[in-house]
Structure formats: C-alpha cells, structure tokens
C-alpha cells in the first residue's frame, strides 16, 4: 500500500540558513499535518491543511511557513534556521472529516550546524 | 485544552510476558485515542484507535486496548510480548483536521 513521502529523508544546514521539507499524502488523502520531533521528545504538532487551507496551528514558530498545493502536496520552509530546529520532521496524513486516523511518513531528519 | 499523561518513561518486561502501558488523557469532548509505536529513528505507526462503539479496540501486532472514559484512562495492553516488541509507545488524543497531542512516551525493553 502506498505510504506518505517525504523527501529529502537527511538534510544538513548551517545556522540562519533556510530548508524546504515536502510532503506527498497517501492517494485519495486530502489532510496533511506537520511534527516536529526532537530528540528523545515527543511529536509536537506544528501545522495542518485540509482541502488546501489551513485548518489548525499549534506550535510552529513564525520563521516556519506551510502550505498545500493543489496535488495535496505540502511544503515546509523554514527561514533563518537555528541550532535548537534539529529535528525529525514529520508529516501525516489522513482522509479529512470522513476518518480520524492519521499516517505517518518516515519523516527528514534535519540537522542544523 | 488536550493533554496525555504516560505515567511510566521505561518499562521491561520479559519476553512472553504479559504488557500493560498506561495513557491517561484530559479532553474537553468525546477524545478519539491513538497508540502509535516508533522504532528508533522510524516513523510512527498506528497500532490503534478509539473513536465511539465498543471501548475494548484491537489493533495491529496483537495489540488492544480498553477506553475506560470514568478514568479517563486508554491503556495498551498484549497477552505476550516478542522481542520485536521493543521500541517507544506514543498514546495521542485528537483528530480531524486537528493535530494531534501525544504523550511523552514510553520505551518498552524486553528481556530475553
């Protein structure tokens, strides 16, 4: 069965530089949300879309912006990183209103030097 | 506003044995619950979930789990454990197009 993608799976920046992270849904997935997960911490839930638009926010910093593009694909930025952004990232997504359940992607480690 | 508890950081338990991991949650409605297992540096997987009906859930692995809504309470439970077991267990309340809140976890090592 088809799973979420994410890519890249490893990226290594400097400090105050800026990263993209994207994100492809399951097929037929029209909800997609954002963690942040740092080491030995829990998932903490960053941002979500459904059908395009934002639908909920939670603890996504402002030099952080997402959207979803009309594939349902979702891009990450994230501007002026610092040290304390290293993290695995990852995205999930589920079948908007109709389901609750939510898939995982492998996610992408981030680290920042 | 949501929250999860995991009362319990590890847990070893020996391989065969029987397995309990705690959840306790604080939610304004009726919470749709989750367990989800992480191998190190892995993604996370559903084992299960609770959204309405019958409150004792099967999952996936032999996994199950009893919502227990006078303690506020969805504890995971499995008859007997494998060594492949091991890994961290997230319980997480939420849903729809919300995120998800998850507890701080709980690392499960088995004994040979």
Same mark, same amino acid.
Request: charged share 20%; glycine share 10%.
């Given at each position: &069965?088809? !799973?979420?993608?994410?890519?890249?799976?490893?990226?290594?920046?400097?400090?105050?530089? *800026?990263? *993209?992270?994207?994100?492809?849904?399951?097929?037929?997935?029209? *909800?997609?949300?954002?963690?942040?997960?740092?080491?030995?911490? =829990?998932?903490?839930?960053? #941002?979500?879309?459904?059908?395009?638009?934002?639908? =909920?926010?939670?603890? #996504?910093?402002?030099?952080?912006?997402?959207?979803?593009?009309? =594939?349902?694909?979702?891009?990450?930025?994230?501007?002026?990183?610092?040290?304390? =952004?290293?993290?695995?990232?990852?995205? &999930?997504?589920?079948?908007?209103?109709?389901?609750?359940?939510?898939?995982?992607?492998? !996610?992408?480690?981030?680290?920042?030097? | 506003?949501?929250?999860?508890?995991?009362?319990?950081?590890?847990?070893?338990?020996?391989?065969?044995?029987?397995?309990?991991?705690?959840?306790?949650?604080?939610?304004?409605?009726?919470?749709?619950?989750?367990?989800?297992?992480?191998?190190?540096?892995?993604?996370?997987?559903?084992?299960?979930?609770?959204?309405?009906?019958?409150?004792?859930?099967?999952?996936?692995?032999?996994?199950?789990?009893?919502?227990?809504?006078?303690?506020?309470?969805?504890?995971?439970?499995?008859?007997?454990?494998?060594?492949?077991?091991?890994?961290?267990?997230?319980?997480?309340?939420?849903?729809?197009?919300?995120?998800?809140?998850?507890?701080?976890?709980?690392?499960?090592?088995?004994?040979?």
């Amino acid at each position: &069965a088809a !799973g979420v993608i994410q890519s890249p799976r490893h990226l290594i920046k400097e400090k105050r530089e *800026t990263a *993209t992270l994207k994100c492809y849904p399951i097929p037929r997935h029209d *909800t997609v949300y954002w963690y942040q997960q740092g080491p030995g911490q =829990d998932p903490q839930f960053l #941002i979500s879309f459904y059908e395009k638009m934002q639908s =909920d926010k939670g603890s #996504i910093p402002d030099r952080f912006s997402a959207q979803q593009f009309s =594939d349902y694909h979702s891009e990450l930025n994230m501007s002026s990183l610092e040290l304390g =952004d290293s993290a695995l990232y990852f995205c &999930a997504s589920s079948v908007g209103d109709r389901t609750y359940e939510q898939y995982f992607g492998p !996610g992408t480690r981030l680290t920042v030097t | 506003a949501q929250s999860v508890t995991q009362p319990d950081i590890h847990i070893t338990v020996s391989e065969g044995a029987s397995l309990e991991l705690r959840c306790n949650y604080s939610y304004g409605a009726t919470p749709y619950l989750f367990w989800y297992v992480q191998s190190p540096g892995q993604g996370l997987q559903l084992l299960l979930k609770y959204f309405s009906g019958d409150t004792l859930v099967q999952g996936i692995k032999g996994f199950e789990a009893e919502f227990k809504r006078s303690q506020s309470s969805f504890n995971l439970r499995k008859p007997s454990v494998h060594w492949s077991d091991a890994a961290e267990y997230f319980c997480a309340v939420g849903g729809g197009a919300d995120g998800l809140t998850f507890g701080k976890g709980t690392h499960l090592i088995i004994q040979p």
